[in-house]
């Protein structure tokens, strides 16, 4: 029998994504993130509240930032460290 992974919350799971996504240089420095609707979508999950969530805590890390009617954006690194 396989040993069983433990449960992790949607919200982590996008969160560590957008962060590889980030460092990878996908997403890199002012690039605007898909709309909520979308990441849910991308992301497999029926709540767009969950999605917000992640983003609102990247957000309050400082690797994100908002615009209110613009949409969310990668922080500059620099302004991060």
Same mark, same amino acid.
């Given at each position: 029998m396989?040993?069983s992974r433990?449960? /992790?919350? !949607?919200y982590?799971?996008?969160?560590?994504d957008?962060?590889r996504?980030i %460092? =990878?240089g /996908?997403w890199?420095s002012? !690039?605007? &993130?898909?709309? #909520?609707? #979308? +990441? %849910?979508e991308?992301y497999?999950?029926?709540s767009? =509240? @969950?999605?917000? =969530?992640a983003?609102?805590i &990247?957000? /309050? @890390?400082g690797? &994100?930032?908002?615009h209110?009617? +613009?949409g969310v954006?990668? %922080?500059?690194?620099a302004? #991060? =460290?």
């Open positions: 396989p040993a433990p449960f /992790e919350p !949607h982590r799971r996008i969160i560590a957008i962060r996504r %460092a =990878s /996908e890199p002012g !690039h605007k &993130l898909p709309s #909520t609707k #979308t +990441l %849910a991308i497999d999950v029926r767009q =509240s @969950t999605v917000r =969530s983003i609102t &990247l957000i /309050e @890390t690797e &994100l930032y908002g209110q009617g +613009l954006f990668v %922080a500059d690194r302004e #991060t =460290s």
